[in-house]
């Protein structure tokens, strides 16, 4: 199963988009949708990074193809992920929430989620989704937004 385009318009509007090469915070340099350029870099320690040039090849604006592109390759990870951790028929709708969720929390977070077990039981899972607003020991607006617009997805 892949992700719709509703999915992908969703995490595009929560991760944010970015067509020139940045550093992150974790001081790696980024492209796109929270792609990681030179996933080596981030062997190095954290005072290192800032050392790490960026390529020539890769210090211009990328196209919106290339980034949708580099999105696609991304998710499939996640899409693979979701696929083996819940071997249950799943809506394109649930497909679609937990890939994003998945995509901003890690599949080890979703492996271990009450979120998993209920749907594996067949329980109601949807609300599960909320419990996951918290960053840096606080509520997040933003990821408030996001889980509920995850979880309105995992409804459709």
């Given at each position: 199963m892949k992700v719709s385009d509703k999915c992908?318009?969703?995490i595009r509007h929560h991760e944010g988009v970015r067509y020139r090469p940045y550093r992150c915070p974790a001081k790696l340099w980024t492209?796109?949708?929270g792609h990681v350029l030179y996933p080596i870099?981030?062997?190095l320690p954290l005072d290192k990074r800032q050392d790490f040039q960026l390529q020539t090849q890769d210090d211009r604006t990328f196209s919106r193809e290339e980034v949708d592109g580099i999105l696609r390759r991304d998710l499939a990870r996640f899409e693979f992920g979701i696929g083996k951790l819940f071997p249950v028929q799943l809506t394109q709708g649930?497909?679609?929430g937990l890939v994003s969720f998945s995509f901003n929390c890690g599949l080890g977070t979703v492996q271990r989620s009450t979120l998993r077990q209920k749907l594996l039981r067949g329980e109601p899972a949807e609300d599960e989704f909320l419990k996951y607003t918290i960053g840096g020991g606080k509520i997040l607006p933003g990821l408030?937004?996001?889980r509920k617009d995850e979880r309105a997805l995992f409804l459709e």
């Open positions: 992908l318009s969703i492209i796109g949708i870099q981030g062997n649930q497909f679609d408030v937004k996001r």
